[in-house]
């Protein structure tokens, strides 16, 4: 069979994990109306690891629009959060530091307990950028479940931090948890990691095929961190990672992370 291509890391730029549909796929931008299904019945000719092969390819596209879509979006959707909160000076960055590869001090562990990571084309790739008003780091993976056999056993795990030095990120850290839920995303509060932490998650599609995204976001003084998580499936094909086993295997990875910038 042949391995999915990686996505490619997303652009720098202020913003979080807003996934978005492009062809029933989950990415990054900004939060999807109702769901199209993958893979749905209509050319068929087209096998389904074409599909993935294709939609893998569209999140790294559809990153693109990371940085101007998912602001905006969060501009409109909540307009008294952001640029009013009268406090924009920036908060200490502490300890954080830039790293080189972030895949490497980033790295999800415990994910990779239940995938491996594929090695073939950039996979994994990382990017870091350094700017006088913000420094960016991030990873992009395609995964395989470990043991898995099928198509559907392939995912894609997208890793950022960014270190504010010229505003408050805070902001647009609640504009986005808002966001999110205002478009039907589960909101989980995650105590003990930063100065505030959240797990957002949704599971949508047709009744045969599925599609999971799911994301850590911290914030903690002016860094801000997230991973996320972006799978589809065939119901009865496989069994994907519960929404429980995701939290925790996101969250533990989250807080390794924060602890290695810091050291």
Same mark, same amino acid.
């Given at each position: 069979?042949?391995?999915?291509?990686?996505?490619?890391?997303?652009?720098?730029?202020?913003?979080? #994990?807003?996934?978005?549909?492009?062809? #029933?796929?989950?990415?990054?931008?900004?939060?999807?109306?109702?769901?199209?299904?993958?893979?749905?019945?209509?050319?068929?000719?087209?096998?389904?690891?074409?599909?993935?092969?294709?939609?893998?390819?569209?999140?790294?596209?559809?990153?693109?629009?990371?940085?101007?879509?998912?602001?905006?979006?969060?501009?409109?959707?909540?307009?008294?959060?952001?640029?009013?909160?009268?406090?924009?000076?920036?908060?200490?960055?502490?300890?954080?530091?830039?790293?080189?590869?972030?895949?490497?001090?980033?790295?999800?562990?415990?994910?990779?307990?239940?995938?491996?990571?594929?090695?073939?084309?950039?996979?994994?790739?990382?990017?870091?950028?350094?700017?006088?008003?913000?420094?960016?780091?991030?990873?992009?993976?395609?995964?395989?479940?470990?043991?898995?056999?099928?198509?559907?056993?392939?995912?894609?795990?997208?890793?950022?931090?960014?270190?504010?030095?010229?505003?408050?990120?805070?902001?647009?850290?609640?504009?986005?948890?808002?966001?999110?839920?205002?478009?039907?995303?589960?909101?989980?509060?995650?105590?003990?990691?930063?100065?505030?932490?959240?797990?957002?998650?949704?599971?949508?599609?047709?009744?045969?095929?599925?599609?999971?995204?799911?994301?850590?976001?911290?914030?903690?003084?002016?860094?801000?961190?997230?991973?996320?998580?972006?799978?589809?499936?065939?119901?009865?094909?496989?069994?994907?990672?519960?929404?429980?086993?995701?939290?925790?295997?996101?969250?533990?990875?989250?807080?390794?992370?924060?602890?290695?910038?810091?050291?």
């Amino acid at each position: 069979m042949t391995t999915p291509p990686p996505p490619s890391p997303a652009p720098n730029g202020p913003g979080y #994990g807003f996934p978005q549909r492009t062809q #029933g796929a989950p990415g990054y931008g900004p939060p999807p109306g109702p769901p199209a299904a993958p893979g749905a019945p209509g050319g068929r000719s087209e096998g389904r690891s074409e599909r993935n092969l294709r939609r893998n390819a569209v999140w790294a596209f559809v990153g693109a629009v990371l940085a101007s879509a998912g602001w905006a979006t969060a501009v409109t959707v909540i307009p008294g959060m952001v640029g009013n909160s009268g406090d924009s000076a920036p908060r200490s960055l502490g300890s954080y530091h830039v790293s080189d590869d972030f895949c490497a001090t980033g790295k999800p562990n415990r994910l990779l307990e239940k995938y491996s990571v594929s090695t073939s084309s950039s996979s994994p790739s990382h990017h870091t950028d350094r700017n006088p008003a913000l420094d960016s780091m991030n990873c992009s993976m395609t995964l395989k479940r470990i043991g898995g056999d099928s198509d559907s056993e392939y995912a894609s795990a997208y890793l950022r931090a960014d270190l504010h030095k010229a505003v408050n990120p805070a902001p647009e850290l609640s504009a986005n948890k808002e966001t999110y839920r205002s478009r039907g995303y589960q909101i989980t509060t995650i105590p003990g990691i930063g100065e505030e932490a959240y797990f957002v998650y949704k599971e949508d599609g047709s009744d045969k095929y599925r599609d999971i995204y799911a994301e850590v976001d911290v914030r903690d003084g002016g860094m801000t961190y997230y991973i996320t998580y972006n799978a589809s499936y065939t119901q009865g094909k496989t069994t994907p990672p519960s929404m429980n086993d995701l939290r925790t295997m996101l969250q533990a990875d989250a807080d390794n992370a924060v602890r290695a910038m810091r050291k």
